[in-house]
T-cell receptor, first 110, second 114 residues
Framework: KQEVTQIPAALSVPEGENLVLNCSFTDSAIYNLQWFRQDPGKGLTSLLLIQSSQREQTSGRLNASLDKSSGRSTLYIAASQPGDSATYLCAVDYGQNFVFGPGTRLSVLP | DGGITQSPKYLFRKEGQNVTLSCEQNLNHDAMYWYRQDPGQGLRLIYYSQIVNDFQKGDIAEGYSVSREKKESFPLTVTSAQKNPTAFYLC?????????????FGSGTRLTVV
């Protein structure tokens, strides 16, 4: 069964810290992996998409890496800000549909 | 601006009532999806459609129905057979056959049984 897990489930850090969110998947035959941000009561906003042939993608203070062989992806957030507070979800594209992780709820304290 | 529009934002359903959630996109995407989100859980796929007049069941299709009469529209009906419909419903779309594109999501509909 294709499963996606995310660790930690919740994280609280002071402003300015660099942090890492983890995503693991059981089936490595992926097309893409996509990281999303979700604010309370809102839809999902795409942050980064990594194709299966890529090792990492960067956008501003965000960097996502992918290691297909070990079934892992990490999202690195540099110099965190209170506005980064949200739930971060990773989603693995297996071709027919995406399988989502449960998310990491991030709180950045001023 | 292109995007996905879900309506209504909030919906209340009485016991035994069918309700329909709207999802419209102007991105010219081929595929559309419906997901259900419950607190503390990941998104679960209800139905998806990759082409007009065709759709497939996802992991939790029981108690739901869909139609895809137009490329732009993929409405979801929550029937009285769905015993626990209170949840946040998200619609998404993507381009079929393009591996570096990913999903675009709407802003969601929160359904509550009263």
């Amino acid at each position: 069964k294709q499963e996606v897990t995310q660790i930690p489930a919740a994280l609280s850090v002071p402003e300015g810290e660099n942090l890492v969110l983890n995503c693991s998947f059981t089936d490595s035959a992926i097309y893409n992996l996509q990281w999303f941000r979700q604010d309370p009561g809102k839809g999902l906003t795409s942050l980064l998409l990594i194709q299966s042939s890529q090792r990492e993608q960067t956008s501003g203070r965000l960097n996502a890496s992918l290691d297909k062989s070990s079934g892992r992806s990490t999202l690195y957030i540099a110099a965190s800000q209170p506005g980064d507070s949200a739930t971060y979800l990773c989603a693995v594209d297996y071709g027919q549909n995406f399988v989502f992780g449960p998310g990491t709820r991030l709180s950045v304290l001023p | 601006d292109g995007g996905i529009t879900q309506s209504p934002k909030y919906l209340f359903r009485k016991e035994g009532q069918n309700v329909t959630l709207s999802c419209e996109q102007n991105l010219n995407h081929d595929a559309m999806y419906w997901y259900r989100q419950d607190p503390g859980q990941g998104l679960r796929l209800i139905y998806y459609s990759q082409i007009v007049n065709d759709f497939q069941k996802g992991d939790i299709a029981e108690g739901y129905s869909v139609s895809r009469e137009k490329k732009e529209s993929f409405p979801l009906t929550v029937t009285s057979a769905q015993k626990n419909p209170t949840a946040f419903y998200l619609c998404a779309s993507s381009i079929v056959g393009v591996t570096n594109y990913g999903y675009t999501f709407g802003s969601g509909t929160r359904l509550t049984v009263v």
